[in-house]
């Protein structure tokens, strides 16, 4: 007699307040506890007892059933059985590996497989998948050729996809064939890699920025009547403008990078964080972003801050969900961004305006104030020069002028 259930193992508790949560194999007299994911109490809750149906709770359910059906077809399969080999069958089984080159099953298996990628950059891949799917119903890894790329990008730009749009998503794809290449080896050797010395190349292209001049700057920094005709909007446009001069004065952070902000993060006179873009991409060379708190930011802070929470801006919760995070990430950035348009149209500014401009903002006037590249790209928190001199040539459209002054 066999029984397999999902539990939360309460004996030895986890960083971050997690638990593992196992299979709860009872074969005989035996028990049995495999770890399957390290998740909060509360998490918990949300998925087994209360039986969220969001997406992601209803997926995470349905997986772990999956988890039990493998137990349950190991233990009728394993005669006589035995713990030791009945754990690593699981563990073989565990690793799905499709049974097909259809770039649409490799995607979903990468996704699935690889927990550590960001919510984001999963439906990313998976935007990617669905692009191919939807140019070459069935598209498999066979079909992947330089001459393939070359008309799917043609085609795209007639689309109206942007050159970065387009990199991204065969950067994307150049992961997927590599990784079924090299990493799981489901790739045939004689497939023809297309990327490459010879074959397509990705490009890395930086479009030019227009971005405010330093007046424009200013009026936004000095902007003191938020109304409209109807005398709306007054604390809503206020708060928009205040969280974009936050970004400013913080390095020119991201909105996310904000949000996660904790007072925890203070050290002295200093806020020390991680870039989200960056904790699990980069490898290699990760620094710290180091904001020093002067007094523009200090008195935002204030403002702004809500000391009731962990978080500075206090529009978190501990032990959020990444599903969460991004959910209320691009809610709140879409409803600043809105009034973000309305104070340029208000201010008369020749750039549309929203919360990634602080980040350019803040740059460019670095730059026009003589800071050293080097120094900037610190401040950016940017991998290397390189990525900072794409970055800051990006910025220069308004030199432009100053070099054709001299024609006559």
Known sequence: MATFSIKLDKRTKLKNDKYNLVVHAGIGSDVIYINVAKITISQYEKVFVKKSLDNSSREFRETCNGYISKCERIYDELKPFNKVRFRELFRETDRKIPHSLRLKDLFDTYCTQNEDIKLKTRNHFRGTANALETYRPGISVGDITVDFLKRFEKQKKRDGWSQPTLDSHFRNLRRIINYFTSEVKLIPKQYEYPFGKGGYSISSFFPNKIV????????????????????????????????????YYFNGANFADALRARWDQIQGDYIIFTRKKTETTRKNNKKDIVVPITPKLQKLINKLGDRESPFILGLLKEG?????????????????????????????????????????????????????????????????????????????????????????
């Open 212 to 247: 405010l001049k330093e007046h424009g700057i200013k009026s936004i920094i000095n902007m003191t009547d938020f109304t409209n005709e109807k005398q709306e909007y007054v604390k809503e446009l206020e708060y928009a403008r205040d969280i974009f001069l936050l970004l």
């Open 320 to 408: 959020y969900e990444e599903t969460t995070f991004e959910n209320k990430n691009h809610k709140i950035k879409q409803q600043i961004n809105r009034n973000l348009s309305i104070i340029a149209q208000k201010l008369n500014l020749p750039v549309p305006l929203n919360l990634s401009k602080a980040r350019d903002c803040y740059a460019t006037t670095l730059m026009r104030n003589g800071e050293s590249r080097d120094n900037i790209g610190q401040m950016l928190g940017h991998s290397n020069s390189i990525v900072t001199e794409h970055y800051l040539g990006s910025l220069d459209a308004e030199k432009t002028f100053a070099i054709n002054s001299s024609l006559l």
